[in-house]
């Protein structure tokens, strides 16, 4: 394929290793970060040790704090900042990119923004020029960084409104162990992405109580429920929460000690205080205000979502987590719907 100029928005884990994919897919590559002291041991030492240790990262990645010279003339930009910062992110990149630029913008954060409950590609559209609102796409999937550095095989989807968006975003970073699906459900693959955080948590703190096999079954099984509940309320196909962004990434986020939500709910299982956990992360935890944003959207909505109410009263009202797992046991009885 042709090669392309991408830029990437944040170089925390996850902006790292789409960049090394890019990269060693042979196309040019920016990488932006709002910390400059980051620059120099990208760029020279060819890694990015704070997150993702020792790894070798393809020299084709060039990182810059100029966001300016990292925009320009880019046919895709990545936008991999935290959920929170994402809308003033893109503010910035609308005021650097030129006019007559049309890059494809890809929404590679997993969250749902606090008070606006937007997606994060709905606050991508808010905030860029309305000539690239057609050009907007999303990638997401079981895709733990530390995995797609080291080149194990790793499976996700990218999709738009407009498959050939999709499929652009699928032919710039497909290769042989980074593999890529398409598709156009923005909304379903948005959902998987952000609300498999939360459930995270909760399998994280199950590990830490001692549970086993059968209760995790159970988290995943109606977490996915709650999922696939809350997302067809907002127009998702509930057949994506089967695929890559639904149940795929929801097991690789709550069972791998590579999640920081599932080591989040591990830590917090063990008593330790929200504020502690959030400190001595480092690294953002996205299901902790993910949490209490699919919690406000399940009583906007009238959607049944009690395992997520009970992490939402753990995370923020101090619920005793032994008590939540009762109460969730003693719920009436009901009949097994989805
Ligand atoms: N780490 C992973 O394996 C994966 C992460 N994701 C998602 O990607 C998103 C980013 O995650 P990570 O890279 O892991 O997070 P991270 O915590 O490793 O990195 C976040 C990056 O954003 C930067 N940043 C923070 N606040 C900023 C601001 N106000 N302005 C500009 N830059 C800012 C940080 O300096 C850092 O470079 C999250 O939504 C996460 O759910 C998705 C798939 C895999
Ligand atoms: O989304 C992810 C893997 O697909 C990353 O999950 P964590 O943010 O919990 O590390």
Redo the contacts with the bound molecule.
């Keep these: 394929m042709n090669k392309s100029k991408i830029a990437v928005l ?6 790292t290793a789409l960049a090394n994919v890019a990269a060693e897919n042979g196309h040019t590559v920016r990488l932006w ?3 400059a002291d980051q620059v120099p041991e990208i760029n020279e030492q060819h890694t990015n040790q704070h ?1 993702l240790g020792a790894v070798q990262l393809n020299a084709n990645v060039v990182a810059t704090a100029d966001m300016a010279a990292a925009v320009e003339g880019a046919d895709l930009v990545l936008s ?4 929170k ?1 994402t809308r ?2 893109a503010q910035q990149l609308s005021t650097y990119l030129q006019t007559d630029q049309q890059p494809v913008l890809v929404a ?4 749902l923004e606090p008070g606006t409950f937007k997606r994060v590609s709905q606050i991508l559209a808010e905030e860029v020029p309305e000539t690239l609102r057609a050009g907007i796409g999303v990638i997401s999937g079981p ?3 530390e995995g797609v550095v080291k080149h194990d095989p790793t499976l996700v989807t990218a999709v738009s409104d407009d498959l050939a968006v999709a499929e652009l975003i699928q032919a710039n970073f497909n290769n042989q162990t980074f593999r890529v699906y398409s598709g156009t459900d923005v909304i379903g693959t948005e959902f998987g992405g952000a609300l498999k955080n939360v459930i995270a948590i909760g399998a994280g703190a199950l590990e830490t109580l001692g549970y086993d096999a059968n209760a995790k079954a159970a988290l995943f099984t109606r977490g996915l429920a709650e999922i696939s509940r809350l997302g067809q309320a907002f127009g998702a196909n509930p057949i994506t929460f089967m695929g890559l962004a639904g149940v795929g990434d929801l097991f690789v986020t709550a069972t791998s000690i590579h999640s920081r939500n599932f080591r989040a709910g591990e830590q917090l299982g063990a008593g330790k205080a929200l504020n502690e956990v959030i400190e001595d992360m480092g ?2 935890i ?1 299901g902790i205000s993910t949490t209490k944003v699919a919690y406000e959207l399940a009583q906007q909505k009238h959607v049944e979502m009690p395992i997520t109410t009970m992490i939402y009263q753990v995370l923020y009202q101090g619920k005793d987590i032994q008590a939540g797992i009762q109460e969730l046991m003693g719920r009436p009885l009901q009949k097994e719907g989805f």
């Design positions: 944040g170089a925390g884990s996850w902006g970060t709002y910390k997150y991999v900042v935290p959920t910062a003033q992110v590679a954060t997993k969250g895709s733990h960084a690294m953002v996205e």
